[in-house]
């Protein structure tokens, strides 16, 4: 139990972002729209969860983020009505008529199932939601079966009938069974769903594929250029730089082949964007990494190439490595554990099975990025932890290890992406050749963060200054009376567009100062003259000056 010594606190590897870091996060997420808007992105927001499938036949089964690090759990068991009219129907032999749904009789909408026997109606209603409306239910039945008598001037029998799932009969029964015109039709068999899967995503290109295909988005022909910025999830250890929920700004761009999706021109407008952005943040010393993974022919070729070589020495590398030689052993590439490196840096090289068409593609992208003046360095053991990726994998990096300017620690990936040409198929969708790129939000302000630490003087547009904007004014009243005064005051100068802070005139003058100091570049002095005279003390921190201001022209002075 929480006790005050012992508090409730944010689950392990989650976080409160807080103002005035906040602001940050908005500047950067506002930059990052200005930029996406200028290449051609709208923005799609996909659900936090989905089907626990979509991951793991997008991100793949045997990675390290779909077999450890998803939030997974079972969704509540559903009642399908479908098989409990088809076990009905089968009791009915085939003499029934035609089934209508969702009925309105009488100027009353039921989920009803009404059937006509030779002028006789039979009503049935599958009752199967919580048990608490039953007696409602029962009662709007007999005032529906009166009614349709009235209304139709049949002297016929009718009868309303309620069918169960025989799971929820028993404590039903009696109060059906007493009303003489509603039978009661117990059914036995297994109703409900078994439940569904669901999964917090862990990331977001696999919802965004799952999206286009479910909109059929193809169908335009055009090209779609889709961002998101919002919190993904993964059980990983948390340290700095790494957490539990974590946010990612991404973008994908995805088409028909006929729109152009697979041109390498794709691939360097999405880096040329990304450098473009992270010089617009102001990062420094970014880096790019660029490798191919060529087509899924050249990865199952080149997978059981690298099987042969690290089967005479997998016993040597780490534990890890290890079961990733059996599992997936195209992660051992990117593994970072010190001991394998040289192993490692001794197998084969993925850019030696490439395909012609491959290789050609990524002779383009590179072209490209050199006639853009945008620099980057390939990296033969980059393949990223996703199984969706073919042809182009980049990362962009900050410098690491003990350099505190990058705030990351040893997570020095800030943003990570590639092609991923068959995805929609995987997915069931029709073909539709992308690629994105998600950067690490967290890992971005981290890095503002420890870049304008590091460079105080060098860098004034990192400079938190720039984002812990200032109000426009703090309102001093002096003596609670003022305070009414105050908050009018106040509201003027809202409505006028102003940013306000309104402080409490139990306060002594020289705390209303200090609290006006740290919040805002002016304060407004309401006092007993003030307010009498219509003439209001100004002050200015930056400059000290204090001035005498009509209220007819405050606004406007505060404003400049
Ligand atoms: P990813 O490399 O798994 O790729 O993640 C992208 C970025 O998200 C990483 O570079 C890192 O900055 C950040 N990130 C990942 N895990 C964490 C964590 N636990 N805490 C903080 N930041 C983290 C993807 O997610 C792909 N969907 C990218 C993509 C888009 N590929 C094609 N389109």
Request: contains cysteine.
């Amino acid at each position: 139990m929480p006790t005050p010594s012992n508090p409730l606190k944010a689950v392990r590897g989650t976080r409160d972002l807080l103002p005035p870091e906040t602001a940050l996060w908005n500047r950067v997420e506002s930059i990052a729209r200005s930029v996406f808007s200028r290449y051609g992105f709208g923005e799609i927001r996909t659900p936090i969860f989905e089907d626990t499938s979509l991951f793991a036949r997008g991100v793949g089964e045997e990675t390290d983020i779909v077999s450890k690090e998803m939030y997974t759990w079972e969704d509540r068991e559903r009642f399908n009505e479908k098989s409990l009219i088809d076990a009905w129907l089968e009791g009915m032999g085939n003499t029934v008529a035609p089934i209508d749904r969702d009925v309105s009789i009488a100027g009353k909408r039921f989920d009803l199932i009404v059937r006509y026997i030779s002028g006789e109606i039979e009503i049935i209603e599958f009752k199967h939601k919580r048990e608490a409306s039953l007696t409602v239910h029962v009662n709007q039945l007999k005032q529906l079966i009166s009614d349709y008598a009235i209304a139709s001037g049949t002297m016929a029998e009718i009868v309303g009938r309620v069918v169960f799932p025989s799971r929820k009969a028993t404590s039903s029964k009696e109060l059906i069974s007493a009303s003489p015109r509603i039978e009661v039709e117990e059914i036995v068999g297994s109703f409900f769903h078994s439940s569904q899967q669901l999964t917090l995503r862990p990331e977001n290109t696999a919802g965004v594929v799952r999206a286009y295909i479910e909109h059929n988005l193809g169908d335009s022909g055009q090209l779609q250029k889709l961002f998101y910025i919002g919190p993904q999830f993964r059980r990983e250890r948390p340290m700095r730089g790494r957490y539990r929920q974590f946010w990612q700004i991404g973008a994908e761009v995805l088409g028909p082949t006929t729109s152009g999706s697979e041109s390498p021109l794709r691939d360097a407008e999405v880096l040329e964007m990304l450098a473009t952005l992270l010089d617009e943040l102001g990062i420094k010393g970014w880096r790019l990494e660029l490798n191919s993974v060529g087509s899924a022919e050249d990865r199952k070729r080149y997978v059981a190439i690298l099987r042969d070589a690290l089967a005479p020495i997998k016993h040597q590398l780490c534990e890890d490595n290890q079961r990733r030689a059996e599992t997936n052993p195209l992660r051992i590439l990117d593994s970072k554990e010190p001991n394998d490196q040289a192993l490692i840096d001794a197998l084969p090289r993925i850019a030696d099975y490439l395909d012609e068409s491959s290789r050609d593609h990524f002779a383009q992208v590179c072209a490209a990025l050199d006639a853009c003046g945008v620099p980057y360095v390939v990296n033969p053991r980059l393949v990223r932890g996703l199984d969706y990726y073919t042809r182009t994998t980049f990362e962009f990096t900050v410098p690491s290890s003990g350099d505190s300017a990058s705030g990351l620690g040893t997570q020095n990936a800030l943003l990570g992406g590639g092609r991923y040409d068959g995805l929609s198929e995987m997915l069931g969708g029709p073909r539709a050749p992308g690629i994105g790129f998600a950067i690490g939000e967290d890992r971005l302000i981290l890095t503002l963060q420890a870049q304008a630490e590091a460079n105080k003087s060098g860098a004034p547009h990192l400079d938190s200054e720039t984002w812990e904007t200032k109000l426009d004014a703090y309102i001093a009243p002096l003596g609670p009376e003022r305070n009414a005064a105050a908050l009018a005051l106040a509201r003027e100068l809202r409505r006028a567009g102003l940013t306000i802070e309104v402080g409490d005139g139990s306060f002594r003058l020289k705390k209303s100062f200090e609290a006006a100091d740290r919040v805002a570049r002016h304060i407004v002095i309401l006092g007993e003259d003030e307010l009498a005279s219509g003439i209001l003390t100004v002050k200015t921190f930056t400059t000290g000056e204090q001035t005498k201001i009509t209220q007819a022209d405050l606004a406007q002075s505060l404003r400049a």
